[in-house]
DNA sequence: TAGATTGTTAATCGATTAACAATC
DNA sequence: TAGATTGTTAATCGATTAACAATC
């Protein structure tokens, strides 16, 4: 594999979906594909699929195409995913409940180990057998449990406290939901995840059709 | 108001988080900010704001700077936000209750008028006073009442025909968040919403902070 | 008026696409 | 070997940044 320090964000981008097509493939039980093919599948252009891949290795075999099997792998081990993650929950709210049935339902080496809440009346019961515990001792239990992942389901107000939290805490990743733009050091990697944002595009798209309607 | 027929969709996704802003600022009570203060705050250059807003119209004063309540509210309408949307969700899973909770939280112009669902056990319950329903009722349902924005959180392999049904029925928008690219007549705008994308582009992100720290 | 800051054109940078030689 | 398809370089396209004249 190439040294990939300074692969831009768009290549990045498109990974995940890259995966996701080789899956269906894999599960269809095709095993191999051509650039041209994946084109046609994913609405990428061959070319930039080739160029995509390059950036990592060279994983195809010219004359013939890349295995699907194959091809997944690696994707896989480039994003990280051939090794499991532990995460936790902060907010115990539908948000946060449903992160944690959504990962528990899709099972894929994103485990959550606990959620925390400061409301006392949620402090105690158990959602697909994880423990809701009490904010206060999110540190200590961070610490002691090797958690790599904080999952931020708290409202805006709590969210960068919370964060701030969890990177003393010493996770590396934080994948957070609240509206605000979470920030910290730069050893800790973010995800803001917008969904807001996501329907005010959509928003704007359909006005725009409504509009060229006229 | 430009014409905006060809505005690019990297334009359009920084709009939503220069509104968020803005919105900030408002509530701060603060009335004016330049192109360079709006800078810092956004992480934008402040040259990439003024081309990104001058798209849509000359919303600035020159030796003054920007009114946050009016350039708010001159955003918001190009997003299409000045108008109210009718949705209906399907699905009752966590994910559909946790996006129907979502946009009860936040009131904000997109009102679920709906929610159907195939498990008959569900059927016929409220959440937030909007009724569960019955999903063979969907079509009827959508096309009485004026319903814009179908909200898909089913499973996987039932996203595609939920889709169809919805466009049959007359939405003009879908919000997809099941794992799957859905397909629309090009009248009807869609956000797939690939939330298990951005937990990839995390680990991606963890993965090469570990490796550089080697 | 002088100073500030926009609106807009021009320059740069980066990402995508096209082309083709390498090679399976 | 001949055909197919990659890996990679070169060309194009689009988006971002810089610069500055217009103007409040």
Redo the contacts between chains.
Sequence with gaps: MKD??KISNAV??R???Y??YLNELRKKGIDKISSNEFSELTGYTASQIRQDLNNFGGFGQQGYGYSVEGLYNEISA????DKD?RMVVVGA???G??VV??TYY?K?G?VVKGIFEVKKDLIGKKINGIEIMDYENIVAFVEDNNI??GIICTTKDAAQEAADKLCFAGV????NFA?IDIETPS?????N??????????????????D??K
């Design positions: 990939h320090t990045i981008k990974l995940p979906r995966r996701r480039i994003l990280g995913l993650y709210g539908n948000l409940l449903a049935n959504h899709y894929t994103f790599d992942i590396t990743g934080l994948w509206p050893h800790v990697a973010v995800e995840v917008h969904i807001t944002d996501s329907l005010h595009s959509l928003a704007y798209h359909m006005s725009k059709n409504a060229e309607k």
